[in-house]
Nanobody, 123 residues
Framework: QVQLVESGGGLVQPGGSLRLSCAAS????????IHWFRQAPGKEREGVSC????????TYIDSVKGRFTISRDNAKNTVYLLMNSLKPEDTAVYYC????????????????WGQGTQVTVSS
């Protein structure tokens, strides 16, 4: 059974850090690009960061550049999103999604999705 499971969300104060994990089962994560998306209440889902299957190319939206880092451990079939210097505007449900090889624009082009993990940044 193909599955993506996110973990690592929680409540953190502004300026704090969290590391999200996206664990894959039922398929070989190394063949897939992984994109982290987020959706805040009342807002559209937005792509945050993506890493293609080779791990060579990564992308970030401007608002998280220099603060978030995407990485992958193919031996553990897991992708991570390290989030530093968190801001209240980072509050959202974070999802990981997978598609073969290359990052795609548009959340509807991804084949597999996790259930999401809540990140709340508040004092």
């Amino acid at each position: 059974q193909v599955q993506l499971v996110e973990s690592g969300g929680g409540l953190v104060q502004p300026g704090g850090s969290l590391r999200l994990s996206c664990a894959a089962s039922g398929f070989t994560l190394g063949d897939y690009a992984i994109h982290w998306f987020r959706q805040a209440p009342g807002k559209e889902r937005e792509g945050v960061s993506c890493m293609r299957s080779s791990g060579v190319t990564t992308t970030y939206i401007d608002s998280v550049k220099g603060r978030f880092t995407i990485s992958r451990d193919n031996a553990k079939n897991t992708v991570y999103l390290l989030m530093n210097s968190l801001k209240p505007e980072d509050t959202a449900v974070y999802y990981c999604a997978a598609v073969l090889y290359f990052c795609r624009s548009g959340w509807d082009r991804y084949d597999y999705w996790g259930q999401g993990t809540q990140v709340t940044v508040s004092s």
